[in-house]
Nanobody
Framework: QVQLVESGGGWVQPGGSLRLSCAASGSIFNINNMGWYRQAPGKQRELVAV???????NYADSVKGRFTISGDNAKNTVYLQMNSLKPDDTAVYYCYKRSLGSNYWGQGTQVTVSS
């Protein structure tokens, strides 16, 4: 089993920044295949950013150049630095980890971008 605890969501004005954190515990050996999805009201959950393996990352086109995913293997934690936020970034952000063939999700943290 893997437990994921997110933090760092909140409200921010357009153009602002937020940093999300996700700490993993349990049967986890590294932060490969760990990242963030989001779900806006009435929309499907979508990939935002993920650390695939060995530092290789993947981003949704909509966040490239604005969001940066990083991780700390010693702390089993990944971060999502979100800059130049737009109202379209408003969503519940979920931490994700794939481990030993199973998918795990955090409880979600709300990010609201509005003036």
């Amino acid at each position: 089993q893997v437990q994921l605890v997110e933090s760092g969501g909140g409200w921010v004005q357009p153009g602002g920044s937020l940093r999300l954190s996700c700490a993993a515990s349990g049967s986890i050996f590294n932060i490969n295949n760990m990242g963030w999805y989001r779900q806006a009201p009435g929309k499907q959950r979508e990939l935002v950013a993920v650390i695939i393996r060995g530092g290789t990352t993947n981003y949704a086109d909509s966040v490239k150049g604005r969001f940066t995913i990083s991780g700390d293997n010693a702390k089993n934690t990944v971060y999502l630095q979100m800059n130049s936020l737009k109202p379209d970034d408003t969503a519940v952000y979920y931490c994700y980890k794939r481990s030993l063939g199973s998918n795990y999700w955090g409880q979600g943290t709300q990010v609201t971008v509005s003036s």
